[in-house]
Nanobody, 122 residues
Framework: QVQLVESGGGLVQAGGSLRLSCAGS????????LGWFRQTPGKEREIVAA????????YYTESEKGRFTISRDNAKNTMYLKMSSMKTEETATYYC???????????????WGKGTQVPVSS
Protein backbone atom coordinates (compact mmCIF):
# COMPACT_ATOMS: atom_id res chain seq x y z
CA GLN A 1 0.00 0.00 0.00
CA VAL A 2 0.95 3.63 -0.40
CA GLN A 3 -0.22 6.65 1.54
CA LEU A 4 -0.52 9.94 -0.33
CA VAL A 5 -0.49 13.50 1.01
CA GLU A 6 -1.06 16.55 -1.18
CA SER A 7 0.37 19.99 -0.48
CA GLY A 8 0.90 23.30 -2.21
CA GLY A 9 -2.70 24.37 -2.60
CA GLY A 10 -3.80 27.92 -2.01
CA LEU A 11 -5.28 31.02 -3.57
CA VAL A 12 -4.01 31.91 -7.04
CA GLN A 13 -5.10 34.63 -9.42
CA ALA A 14 -6.44 33.81 -12.85
CA GLY A 15 -3.53 33.64 -15.24
CA GLY A 16 -1.15 32.73 -12.45
CA SER A 17 0.78 29.58 -11.64
CA LEU A 18 0.90 27.09 -8.81
CA ARG A 19 2.74 23.87 -8.13
CA LEU A 20 1.14 21.05 -6.20
CA SER A 21 3.07 18.22 -4.58
CA CYS A 22 2.03 14.72 -3.62
CA ALA A 23 4.24 12.88 -1.15
CA GLY A 24 4.04 9.12 -0.90
CA SER A 25 4.96 6.78 1.93
CA UNK A 26 4.78 3.05 2.38
CA UNK A 27 5.51 0.91 -0.64
CA UNK A 28 8.17 2.37 -3.02
CA UNK A 29 6.78 5.19 -5.10
CA UNK A 30 8.31 3.78 -8.25
CA UNK A 31 5.86 0.86 -8.05
CA UNK A 32 2.95 3.08 -9.00
CA UNK A 33 1.54 5.04 -11.84
CA LEU A 34 0.21 8.34 -10.54
CA GLY A 35 -2.38 10.93 -11.34
CA TRP A 36 -3.98 14.21 -10.40
CA PHE A 37 -7.74 14.70 -10.22
CA ARG A 38 -9.94 17.60 -9.20
CA GLN A 39 -13.44 17.96 -7.89
CA THR A 40 -15.82 20.84 -7.28
CA PRO A 41 -18.95 20.63 -5.11
CA GLY A 42 -21.80 18.93 -6.91
CA LYS A 43 -19.60 17.53 -9.66
CA GLU A 44 -17.85 14.25 -10.20
CA ARG A 45 -14.13 14.00 -9.67
CA GLU A 46 -12.31 14.35 -12.99
CA ILE A 47 -8.88 13.39 -14.22
CA VAL A 48 -6.42 16.22 -14.82
CA ALA A 49 -3.21 14.38 -15.68
CA ALA A 50 -1.56 11.01 -15.19
CA UNK A 51 1.97 9.67 -15.30
CA UNK A 52 3.38 6.21 -15.86
CA UNK A 53 5.69 4.52 -13.38
CA UNK A 54 8.70 5.25 -15.55
CA UNK A 55 7.80 8.91 -15.76
CA UNK A 56 7.94 8.90 -19.54
CA UNK A 57 4.31 8.17 -20.36
CA UNK A 58 1.84 10.96 -19.64
CA TYR A 59 -1.84 11.72 -20.10
CA TYR A 60 -3.49 15.14 -20.04
CA THR A 61 -7.04 16.18 -20.70
CA GLU A 62 -7.34 18.55 -23.67
CA SER A 63 -7.95 21.66 -21.60
CA GLU A 64 -4.75 21.13 -19.62
CA LYS A 65 -2.37 20.35 -22.47
CA GLY A 66 0.34 22.97 -22.73
CA ARG A 67 -0.54 24.59 -19.43
CA PHE A 68 -0.13 21.83 -16.86
CA THR A 69 2.90 19.60 -16.36
CA ILE A 70 2.91 16.41 -14.32
CA SER A 71 6.21 15.02 -13.11
CA ARG A 72 7.66 12.75 -10.47
CA ASP A 73 10.82 12.29 -8.45
CA ASN A 74 10.91 8.69 -7.33
CA ALA A 75 13.98 9.27 -5.17
CA LYS A 76 11.95 11.77 -3.16
CA ASN A 77 8.72 9.78 -3.37
CA THR A 78 7.03 12.89 -4.68
CA MET A 79 4.85 13.80 -7.63
CA TYR A 80 4.21 17.33 -8.86
CA LEU A 81 1.64 19.20 -10.89
CA LYS A 82 2.77 22.55 -12.25
CA MET A 83 -0.25 24.57 -13.30
CA SER A 84 0.10 27.70 -15.41
CA SER A 85 -2.31 30.22 -16.94
CA MET A 86 -4.91 29.09 -14.48
CA LYS A 87 -8.60 29.75 -15.02
CA THR A 88 -11.31 30.55 -12.50
CA GLU A 89 -13.23 27.44 -13.56
CA GLU A 90 -10.28 25.36 -12.35
CA THR A 91 -11.10 26.21 -8.76
CA ALA A 92 -11.38 22.82 -7.09
CA THR A 93 -10.01 20.42 -4.56
CA TYR A 94 -7.11 18.61 -6.20
CA TYR A 95 -6.34 15.00 -5.34
CA CYS A 96 -3.45 12.73 -6.16
CA UNK A 97 -4.00 9.06 -6.84
CA UNK A 98 -1.96 5.92 -7.45
CA UNK A 99 -2.39 2.47 -8.93
CA UNK A 100 -0.39 -0.15 -10.79
CA UNK A 101 -0.83 1.25 -14.31
CA UNK A 102 -1.65 4.60 -15.87
CA UNK A 103 -4.86 3.10 -17.25
CA UNK A 104 -6.04 2.04 -13.82
CA UNK A 105 -5.12 5.42 -12.36
CA UNK A 106 -7.33 7.16 -14.91
CA UNK A 107 -10.31 4.81 -14.59
CA UNK A 108 -10.28 3.19 -11.13
CA UNK A 109 -7.42 4.39 -8.94
CA UNK A 110 -7.06 2.48 -5.71
CA UNK A 111 -5.08 4.91 -3.54
CA TRP A 112 -6.04 8.51 -2.89
CA GLY A 113 -4.85 11.47 -0.92
CA LYS A 114 -7.23 13.70 1.01
CA GLY A 115 -6.91 16.64 -1.34
CA THR A 116 -5.68 20.21 -1.34
CA GLN A 117 -7.83 23.20 -2.19
CA VAL A 118 -7.01 25.54 -5.04
CA PRO A 119 -9.21 28.62 -5.34
CA VAL A 120 -8.57 30.64 -8.50
CA SER A 121 -9.69 34.27 -8.22
CA SER A 122 -10.66 36.57 -11.06
Amino acid sequence: QVQLVESGGGLVQAGGSLRLSCAGSGRPFSSYALGWFRQTPGKEREIVAALARSGTGTYYTESEKGRFTISRDNAKNTMYLKMSSMKTEETATYYCAADSTIGRVITEATYWGKGTQVPVSS
